[in-house]
């Protein structure tokens, strides 16, 4: 059973910095892109980045400069290093991960809450 579990949420001021994590646990055989989503209140899901398994990277516009994506793959854990926090990035972020475990599909984790406030 593959587990994905976030931590690194809270309160921030603008212009603030929070590192989310996302470890990966369970019988995994391999992963592959790795990513983070947002929804906002009253809003749709929608991609911030993502991370393929070689490294190649891609960000939300609205991200680009201030977000930083990044993974361990021995640790099976990917990063989101955000700076500049405004508060339009305040949303639920949550871990996707493109995982084979006998049979290959989409992960989610559970969401952790980022709120940008003075």
């Known amino acids: 059973q593959v587990q994905l579990v976030e931590s690194g949420g809270g309160l921030v001021q603008p212009g603030g910095s929070l590192r989310l994590s996302c470890a990966a646990s369970g019988t995994i055989f391999r992963i592959y892109s790795m990513g983070w989503y947002r929804q906002a209140r009253e809003k749709q899901r929608e991609l911030v980045a993502a991370i393929t398994s070689g490294g190649n990277t891609n960000y939300a516009d609205s991200v680009k400069g201030r977000f930083t994506i990044s993974r361990d793959n021995a640790k099976n854990t990917v990063y989101l290093q955000m700076n500049s926090l405004k508060p339009e990035d305040t949303a639920v972020y949550y871990c996707?991960?493109?995982?084979?475990?006998?049979?290959?599909?989409?992960?989610w984790g559970q969401g952790i809450q980022v709120t940008v406030s003075s």
């Open positions: 996707n991960a493109d995982i084979e475990y006998w049979g290959r599909r989409d992960y």
